[in-house]
């Protein structure tokens, strides 16, 4: 089997085609054979770190339902050795670096720790998210002047088939440029079921997407198992999850406010501090932007997000 070497600065005319109508892109043959053989012995050997999920993914979805909750496992980039290798090799994999520069701009980063889904067959699917049409901060898409930009975009390294309609992601094409928001009975896949779409891919294959589109998983039909390896890169002005570095402050920020100190933070998303006119800081654990906040009259608000799950 060939696989591919990638392209040095960018995606193809099709492939750039691709990506701007639909919002994701299948690539085959991404992943060498060898490294896919390593990743499912890490795997394996490594089940004992993976559990059912406690996140409620299907909310009051009657489609999504199945009889299991999605396995997922992550900290594979800490896993003794040899077993945190294959996963530390996809970090900087030459055959996606053409994508990454080709979607990010070059400079990008791994944004958030990499996990796993592994499926049993049976394994309930997760409603449709994003896909917003006003800004989120980092999940954004734009395409000007012939040039690809995502904020965050996720490669899925498939370990696995995924046939088409068998479950598995799945997205709304051209949701990234959604301009109303996606309907309740769309995203919970009860109503509108054609418009979403459950791309088939090969073990080996990566689907890239960016995280602007409306996105989820369709329930696991199939006998075999699903095993995905997730990976979320940032473009070089964006930072969504904590990142791995440490951060140390300057002694002198000891002396601030608990405001000041906190806008002097790095840029993420999760857990960020959100400071507040009179001088309190709190730390919702995700705080979406809402529609424009709108001045009316003399009783202006002051326009504070909302705590969206
Ligand atoms: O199952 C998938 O491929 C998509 C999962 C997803 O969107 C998520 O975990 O946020």
Known sequence: MVFRLGHVHGLTEREEYLFDVQGWLVVPRVIE?????????????????????????????TTLAAEHRRRTGGG?????????????QLIAYPPLIGYLDGLLGRGWHLDHPPEVFDY???????????????????IWYQARGGTLRSGLLAVEFLLSDQPAGGGGFCAIAGSHKANFPCPRGISLWEQDQSAVTNPGARAGDVIIFTEALAHGTLPWRNEFGRRVAVYRFAAK???????????????????????QRAALEPAHFYDKAIIEPDGSVSRPWEEYDEPPARIRGDSATTGAGSDRA
């Open 76 to 88: 594979m980039l800490e896993w003794p050795h040899p077993h945190c290798d294959p996963f530390r």
């Open 120 to 138: 049993p067959r049976g394994t309930e699917g997760h409603v449709l998210h994003f896909g917003e049409p006003f800004p989120q901060d980092g």
């Open 237 to 259: 002005t964006v930072q969504y999850a904590q990142g791995f570095h440490q951060v140390v402050m300057p002694g002198w920020a000891d002396e601030l406010t608990p405001a």
């Open 33 to 61: 054979p060898r490294l896919l053989r390593a990743l499912n012995d890490a795997l394996d050997a490594n089940q004992d770190r993976f559990g059912p999920t406690d996140e409620d993914l299907v909310e009051e979805s």
